[in-house]
């Protein structure tokens, strides 16, 4: 089969991205489910994906463009090898979330939808979190973490690799 820009149609993943455009074709909000199956399958959204689920779907290419760069959880960077994210909806923030987040970009030193450096974390917002009236919490890939801001650092540390001891 040709290529997209790169990314080859043969691919697996093309073929369980076709699943989703055939499931979400008919739906309004459609695009937004493919787009999640997208970054899931792909990890990042590169603009030749963008343009395979708009063709799919029989959108114009400007209108998912617009879509996923809206949402910062369609990254069209590679995301770091963990992902750091945090729900900074109403509810969330009013209790606390905020001071997390500060405390989080601090130690990171990125802001939301960029990656360090080192390629080690990528730092997400949201706006839906599943435990909206809980205690603020953040998550390290899957993990929750409702900690005190000021222990942010020992959290990030433990997925931090070890340091080399010197010879």
């Not at 945090?86 to 979330?97: D, K, M, R």
């Not at 809980?134 to 890939?141: G, H, I």
Request: proline residues 7%; glycine residues 10%.
């Amino acid at each position: 089969m040709g290529d997209c820009n790169g990314l080859v149609l043969s691919d697996p993943r093309f073929w369980e991205l076709d699943q989703a455009i055939v499931r979400y074709r008919d739906r309004r909000d459609g695009g937004i489910y493919v787009l999640e199956r997208a970054k899931y399958l792909f990890g990042t959204l590169p603009l030749p994906v963008l343009h395979y689920v708009a063709d799919g779907l029989g959108l114009p290419r400007g209108d998912i463009y617009q879509a996923a760069s809206f949402y910062d959880f369609f990254a069209s960077r590679p995301a770091g090898e963990h992902t750091v994210s945090i729900c900074l909806g109403t509810h969330c923030y009013l209790n606390g979330a905020s001071a997390l987040f500060d405390r989080l970009q601090a130690e990171l030193q990125i802001g939301p939808g960029e990656t360090t450096p080192d390629g080690l974390f990528s730092l997400v917002v949201c706006y839906t979190g599943e435990h909206c009236g809980e205690e603020p919490a953040f998550y390290v890939d899957h993990q929750r973490f409702a900690i005190r801001p000021e222990l942010v650092a020992e959290v990030l540390d433990r997925f931090r690799p070890a340091p080399v001891a010197a010879e």
